[in-house]
Nanobody
Framework: QVQLVESGGGWVQPGGSLRLSCARS????????LGWYRQAPGKLREPVAT???????DYANSVKGRFTISSDNAKNTVTLQMNALKPEDTAVYYC?????????WGQGTQVTVSS
């Protein structure tokens, strides 16, 4: 069973940066689709950034140019570098992987952007 464990959330002032990491274990497969989602209070969970198995990233319009997703297959990690953070980026961020029709989720990490 795939396990995803996030780390790196916290509080930051507007304009600041945070780096989220996700450790993958339990049957990691190189062809999994990887990604980060977020859910703000009262809102639906939404995709933030995804990476195809061949390493092509895709971003939500709201984070393009500010967030960068990367993966390290040797270390089985997925990272989300978040720059120029805005209050509207405040949410619980979830690491996600998809293998065919099966979805795996981390437990989530809180990101709060406020002054």
């Amino acid at each position: 069973q795939v396990q995803l464990v996030e780390s790196g959330g916290g509080w930051v002032q507007p304009g600041g940066s945070l780096r989220l990491s996700c450790a993958r274990s339990g049957g990691v497969w190189a062809y999994d689709i990887l990604g980060w989602y977020r859910q703000a209070p009262g809102k639906l969970r939404e995709p933030v950034a995804t990476m195809s198995p061949n390493g092509v990233p895709d971003y939500a319009n709201s984070v393009k140019g500010r967030f960068t997703i990367s993966s390290d297959n040797a270390k089985n990690t997925v990272t989300l570098q978040m720059n120029a953070l805005k209050p509207e980026d405040t949410a619980v961020y979830y690491c996600h992987s998809q293998r065919f029709d099966t979805h795996f989720w981390g437990q989530g990490t809180q990101v709060t952007v406020s002054s």
